[in-house]
């Protein structure tokens, strides 16, 4: 029996190519080290950021590799607030952890935080906060639970009048849509390799030379000492074939994927009374974030486990225990109905297959769901 893995804003299953690479270079050393073994690794490290580099719009010397996403997120948020003289950060309310957890962090720490007002639409929907200037602004690309595209040149011209630096959090878009970091004009941008099918564990972090943010971690200078820590010149190699691959197929995925979240959706839409549809256009061409109010997520999630089908309730890091995801919650949905939400990520394995998989159980799914009703 097939597995129908629906999850892949969680991750994605590493491209083959990707994991060719990564065993091709596996036993790379030191690139710091002079002589020819380090030279070797050094060459191949410099070969891959130098193609990450043409592939995302920017020069390699902005290319820093850290150990994930939420890394490359907190260099930047923390990093740029400790290059500024100013107090204050810019955030949003339905940022990944990632970014809000380091933002929290620092307003604990006495910093100044404004966080930028969301619609029911799920989007930023005002940038007066940014009239004022400050260390930093961070805001997502995309949402992860949701898959709404931001409106990211909005935010950049806003924040750049006041003369604040700008942070993009584009774990989610970096290998699905375009991406120019120097178009952009943007600071600072975090990727991270296992959402486009690179390994995990491999973040990137694109910063300009100036404003710069200050090391968080302190060590040796590699990464321009933004990042100290000795390379994974084999995770750097995987993830630039990754990149290579993703961007050379994007455009026809996007549409394949964009016409089987289609079916998928209307597909439940005709079988399943009050849906609540939290996915809204532009989005992420494979995300589909549904509540089914009267269901729990984790009933949901845990039925169509049963058949083999592998979705998520999309927010982050919960750690097993379902609570209202606060990207609803900043969009004005009811806590409970908030609960009752599922996220369906289509990605490289999904096939009609999948989607025809889904659409013969939802229906039952969802009634049993309902019929077990809610834990309180
Ligand atoms: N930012 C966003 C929008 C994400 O979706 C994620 C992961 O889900 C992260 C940051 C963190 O990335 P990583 O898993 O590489 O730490």
């Not at 990093?79 to 204050?88: A, D, E, V, W, Y």
């Not at 606060?326 to 908030?338: F, S, T």
């Amino acid at each position: 029996m097939n597995t129908f893995y629906m999850d892949h804003a969680a991750t994605t299953p590493m491209r083959e190519v990707a994991a060719a690479t990564w065993m091709e270079y596996a036993q790379s050393l030191n690139p710091a080290s002079q002589y020819g073994s380090g030279r070797r690794a050094r060459s191949v490290a410099d070969s891959a950021r130098e193609e990450i580099a043409q592939l995302l719009g920017c020069e390699p010397i902005e290319v820093i590799f850290t150990a994930s996403g939420t890394e490359a997120d907190n260099i930047a948020v923390q990093g740029l607030f400790q290059s500024s003289k100013l107090n204050r950060v810019v955030s949003t309310a339905i940022e990944h952890p990632a970014v809000l957890e380091t933002v929290k962090s620092l307003g604990a720490n006495g910093a100044d935080v404004d966080l930028l007002p969301i619609g029911a639409d799920g989007r930023v929907s005002s940038f007066d906060l940014l009239e004022q200037p400050a260390a930093v602004a961070a805001m997502m690309w995309a949402n992860n639970e949701t898959g709404a595209i931001q409106p990211v040149p909005e935010f950049i011209a806003a924040a750049q009048a006041s003369g604040t630096p700008t942070h993009i959090d584009a774990v989610q878009v970096v290998g699905h849509l375009p991406v120019n970091f120097s178009e952009l004009g943007v600071t600072t941008l975090a990727a991270s390799a296992h959402k486009f099918g690179g390994p995990r564990g491999v973040g990137l972090l694109l910063a300009k030379r100036s404003p710069a943010p200050s090391a968080v971690l302190h060590g040796g200078g590699q990464e321009r000492g933004i990042r100290p820590g000795t390379l994974d010149v084999a995770g750097a190699a995987a993830t630039a074939a990754a990149l290579r691959e993703a961007v050379g197929e994007m455009d026809a995925e996007a549409q394949r994927l964009r016409a089987l979240k289609a079916e998928l959706l209307d597909g439940i839409l005709a079988q399943v009374d009050n849906v609540m549809v939290h996915t809204t256009e532009p989005s992420l061409p494979g995300h589909l974030h549904l509540s089914f109010p009267g269901a729990e997520g984790d009933s949901l999630i845990m039925l169509l486990d049963s058949m083999r089908i592998e979705a998520s309730t999309g927010s982050a890091c919960s750690n097993g225990v379902n609570r209202a995801s606060h990207v609803l919650l900043a969009m004005g949905i009811a806590e409970a109905d908030a609960r009752g939400a599922i996220r369906f990520t289509l990605g490289r394995n999904t096939t009609e297959e999948s989607i025809k998989a889904v659409l013969g159980v939802i229906a039952d799914v969802v009634s049993r769901a309902r019929t077990a009703g809610m834990a309180f």
